[in-house]
């Protein structure tokens, strides 16, 4: 089992920023593809970023992002905090939405919602024109 808490969204406005993090507990954090999802009212959920499983104390993460916001955010992961946080830059009125981390990629995809096996509560964020 995989528990998920995101923190920091809230009302914004526009080119401003933000940063969510997401607190995970329960299984091996390191081994855990992570990423975030975010979903505006009558909207689909949409892939936002993720960032991929560190197989080694000393190999590196890739990273993956949504068109929409490539450029302005960036997701990044601390293994001995067991967090994953996503910087938000440049914030634009259509980023407003719930943002949800998840955790356990089980493929192919790290851009498919239905891929994850854990999801935390969501946070709002609200950016204002």
């Known amino acids: 089992q995989v528990q998920l808490v995101e923190s920091g969204g809230g009302l914004v406005q526009a080119g401003g920023s933000l940063r969510l993090s997401c607190a995970a507990s329960g299984r091996t954090f390191r081994s855990s593809d992570m990423g975030w999802f975010r979903q505006a009212p009558g909207k689909e959920r949409e892939f936002v970023a993720a960032?991929?499983?560190?197989?080694?104390?000393?190999?590196?993460?890739?990273?993956y992002y949504g068109d929409s916001v490539k450029g302005r955010f960036t997701i990044s992961r601390d293994n001995a905090k067991n967090t994953v946080t996503l910087q938000m830059n440049s914030l634009k009125p259509e980023d407003t939405a719930i943002y949800y981390c998840?955790?356990?990629?089980?493929?192919?995809?790290?851009?498919?919602?239905?891929?994850?096996?854990?999801w935390g509560q969501g946070t709002q964020v609200t950016v204002s024109s």
């Open positions: 960032i991929s499983r560190s197989v080694y104390s000393w190999s590196s993460s890739r990273t």
């Open positions: 998840a955790a356990d990629n089980r493929g192919p995809s790290y851009s498919d919602y239905l891929a994850y096996g854990y």
